[in-house]
């Protein structure tokens, strides 16, 4: 029976494999195409602008001006918000779900915090537009104001959209995500660790922030998928942050992200260096979320690593 | 001793508040979402297309785009994504299969109007007009990652000695894998479908530029095709308060569709365990 199939040069598991290994290297492909496609048409506005597209502020269709610098700035800024609201919040989410809360109300909970992950994008910005912001402009830009005004971020007017609003609304989304990594990687950390340290005496406390140190690459390696999402995200954060392109050290003014010009502008584009810059655009946002992404996946995955290695 | 015991409290406290905290955003967006669309809800509302202010106008021709995309998005990004699993958990212990399994895991964290804009560059561009097909395309190629990955989660739970009972029974490897293991992790991938559908049921931003929206019933493939997310986004940054409404009303119907697949799918996993 077994030397049947071996005496063939193209046995049946040779055909199953070689047809699973084709699907799988699409994969690859897709990622390969989708550089050299975007590559090839963002060509035009690469060649004209090079470098300086991603330091030049002017943006003028009608010159045919492109500078991509208010767009990264309004990303960045937008995502570290994001990231700085959400980051804290998500941990003490994780810590209550894994350390602190019996398993009969960490499990229903965790499942609706997961549920908001699961609301589409243009649904938060719905809600952002017609509740969050005017929420934020009548109750918690005033006070923000009136006490910290004198910093730059908080100087000038609040109307309830622009690059705060966006940060807090990125942050409701990734919450979730943070959460739900967050919990896994102290779910790796081994039990054993915890019973050594109660068994020392130290306080439930104390052990979690044992978890914790053991934890804290796995834990960056979630947060930095919390910045690749908010990179990225498009819909939410195109329908509060105000869409104009410039630098402004205020958080209340409005600003513009990378996905969100994209998203607005591009059924509109007229002229072949218009839609090429945007295409360029669209290009870094790719490579950059790549590389975000690879990145936070490393982290996490050394967790594993290690404690698999050691236990 | 005391200090030590304080900062437990005050710890146990705020992680407790946080999670209440968290929990209570879901239940105000989806209580609000109920208010809001609840009026507007009609038999009428969800089977009309869209019309001009002040003229009623619903969201039917939305809805079947939107179920017509996914379907279509489906019969491309379902068997290549539950083929991919099963090659990354039946035989993806090379340097080749850790490859693919770390790029698919990367794409997952791509921003899924990256995907729009690429598929807007291969087809649009090349055909000269926004379709439906373009729109699956795209819908697909987001699929493809999350398929492969739940599917690749899913066989792995099968237990070897299954694998090797039948081997030992004398099957070559390819019947093992298609009559043993994937029936056996069947319920499990199709969850892991599922839940990929309903997470592009909520797509708008890769539609935009490929599928670009209609408003009529549209059934051909050539054409630019209405979907919900994008019908809803244009309800909700027009200036008028009717169309306002509408936006809350198509919400609740998506928002609805998704959390009932979501809740229904964990609901189905739960009890396996």
Redo the contacts between chains.
């Keep these: 029976m077994n030397s049947a199939p071996q005496s063939k040069l193209f046995s049946g598991d040779t055909f199953f494999r070689l047809s699973l290994a084709s699907c799988a290297s699409l994969i690859l492909l897709i990622v390969i195409g989708m550089v050299v496609v975007m590559t090839n048409n963002s060509w035009l506005s690469i060649k004209e602008f090079g470098i300086g597209f991603l330091y030049g502020t002017t943006w003028d269709p009608i010159k045919g001006q492109f500078g991509a610098l208010p767009f990264i700035y309004g990303t960045i800024v937008s995502a570290l918000l994001a990231v700085l609201i959400a980051t804290p919040m998500s941990i003490a989410v994780a810590i209550f779900f894994v350390e602190q809360a019996p398993k009969s109300i960490a499990r229903p909970m965790a499942f609706l915090v997961e549920l908001l992950a699961a609301i589409p994008s243009v649904v938060y910005g719905l809600w952002a537009i017609f509740v969050l912001a005017p929420f934020l402009r009548e109750y918690i830009y005033p006070p923000l104001q009136s006490s910290l005004g004198w910093l730059p971020f908080f100087s000038g007017s609040a109307t309830g959209l622009g690059m705060l609003t966006g940060g807090i609304i990125l942050a409701i989304m990734i919450t979730p995500i943070i959460t739900a990594v967050v919990r896994d990687v102290l779910e790796a950390v081994p039990m054993t660790q915890r019973e050594a340290a109660l068994a020392l005496g130290a306080t439930h406390w104390e052990t979690t922030r044992i978890v914790l140190a053991n934890a804290s690459s796995g834990i960056a390696g979630a947060v930095i998928l919390g910045l690749g999402r908010a990179i990225g995200e498009t819909m939410a954060i195109t329908m509060v942050i105000g869409n104009r392109p410039q630098i402004s050290a205020s958080l209340f003014e409005p600003g513009y992200t990378i996905a969100s010009v994209i998203a607005n502008e591009f059924t509109e584009a007229t002229g072949e260096l218009y839609i090429s810059a945007l295409i360029e655009m669209c290009l870094i946002l790719f490579v950059v979320t790549f590389i975000v992404n690879a990145l936070a996946k490393l982290l996490i995955l050394s967790v594993g690593n290690k404690n698999t290695a050691a236990g | 001793m005391d200090s ?2 304080i ?2 409290a005050i ?2 406290i ?3 508040v ?2 209440f ?3 209570g ?2 239940i105000v ?1 989806l209580g ?2 109920s208010y ?1 669309g609840i009026s507007s809800l009609s038999w009428q509302f969800l089977v009309e297309t869209p019309k001009p202010v002040g003229e009623g106008g619903g969201i039917g021709n939305a809805i079947v785009g939107s179920l017509i995309m996914l379907g279509l998005a489906s019969l491309l990004g379902v068997p ?1 994504g539950v ?2 699993g ?3 958990s ?3 212990d090379g340097w ?2 850790s ?2 399994r ?13 995907f729009g ?2 598929i ?3 087809v649009v ?1 090349q055909q000269g007009y926004f379709s439906t097909l373009a729109g699956s395309l795209a819908l697909a ?1 987001i699929m ?2 999350i398929i ?1 990955r739940t599917t690749e989660e899913m066989t792995k739970l099968v237990p070897k000695t299954m694998r090797e009972g039948a081997l030992a029974l ?1 099957a ?4 093992v ?1 298609l009559d043993i293991v994937l029936p056996a992790a069947m319920s499990g991938i199709a969850t892991g479908i599922m839940l990929s559908v ?2 592009v ?5 890769p539609l ?2 490929t599928a ?1 929206g209609s408003r009529f019933y549209n059934i051909y493939l050539d054409e630019p095709m209405a979907a919900l ?1 994008v019908q ?2 244009n309800y ?2 027009s200036p008028f308060d009717e169309w ?1 409404d509408k ?2 009303a198509a ?1 609740m119907v ?2 609805g569709m ?2 009932l697949i ?2 229904s799918m ?1 609901y189905v996993t739960r009890k396996r365990y």
Excluded: C, K
């Design positions: 030590r015991r900062a437990n710890a146990t705020t992680t407790a946080a999670a905290a968290v929990v955003v879901l967006i609000y979402i809001q290549i083929a991919v099963t090659y990354l039946e035989m993806g080749f299969g490859t693919v770390f790029v698919a895991d990367t794409l997952i964290g791509v921003p899924s109007i990256v804009v690429f807007y560059a291969l561009l190629l493809i990652p492969t004398g070559p490897q390819w019947r894998t309903a997470r049921l909520g797509e708008t931003a935009l530029f670009f997310t809803i986004y909700a940054i306002h936006a809350w919400t998506l928002v998704i959390l979501n809740i964990r």
